[in-house]
């Protein structure tokens, strides 16, 4: 399974930009979709993930509002539309892929390239 991740850029706070995370390859083995971020010298955290069959979502509290994340079954990509989007919010993001839509990044099996959303104050 590949992942291609994109859709980063610079905004303004209180802008938004919409992440892409296109599925190629043996898609057929991917359950859950998710994704994560990683700041400056911190570790990597829960995002939001999304369950390919029931379509139940997860959310931070932190994007909780703010961000969602939703799919496209025909193209196998999942998106992240991020509203408000606060200085905080800078990090490289990484999109994910598993057996399960669970906030543990050590469950997913696949991982996309990261792109960096850099939002400024």
């Known amino acids: 399974v590949q992942l291609q991740a994109s859709g980063g850029g610079l905004v303004q706070a209180g802008g938004s930009l919409r992440l892409s995370c296109a599925a190629s390859?043996?898609?057929?083995?991917?359950?859950?979709m998710g994704w994560f971020r990683q700041a400056p010298g911190k570790e990597r955290e829960f995002v939001a993930a999304l369950s390919w069959t029931s379509g139940s979502t997860y959310y931070a509290d932190s994007v909780k509002g703010r961000f969602t994340i939703s799919r496209d079954n025909a193209k196998k990509t999942v998106y992240l539309q991020m509203n408000s989007l606060k200085p905080e919010d800078t990090a490289v993001y990484y999109c994910?892929?598993?057996?399960?839509?669970?906030?543990?990044?050590?469950?997913?099996?696949?991982w996309g390239q990261g792109t960096l959303v850099t939002v400024s104050s």
């Open positions: 390859g043996r898609t057929s083995s991917i359950y859950a």
């Open positions: 994910a892929a598993g057996p399960i839509a669970v906030l543990t990044a050590a469950a997913y099996d696949y």
